[in-house]
């Protein structure tokens, strides 16, 4: 059953429900924001605010769980969803 399992914050490393948390999955090379945990890929996930994204990206851990540089425009992104999403 979705929603139930305990994921791990890749910026503050905190453990949370999933529903808690932003999954970030690497679609063939695309970034997306999947809350309905339907993409498949290699995936991550952060806690729904600004200092995880940037302490996940400051560790390498968002670039090393989804093989992928993060670069501006992603990063932006993934702020926008935070922002508004
Ligand atoms: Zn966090």
Do not use: F, W
């Amino acid at each position: 059953m979705r929603g139930r399992s305990i994921k791990k914050c890749a910026g503050c490393g905190d453990h949370r429900s999933e529903v808690e948390l932003m999954r970030i999955v690497n679609n063939k090379g695309e970034i997306n924001v999947d809350p309905g945990g339907i993409m498949s890929g290699r995936d991550v996930y952060i806690c729904p605010q600004i200092t995880c994204l940037d302490a996940a990206v400051e560790n390498d851990e968002l670039s090393n769980a989804l093989k992928i540089e993060i670069s501006d425009s992603i990063y932006n992104k993934l702020l926008e969803e935070i922002n508004h999403g």
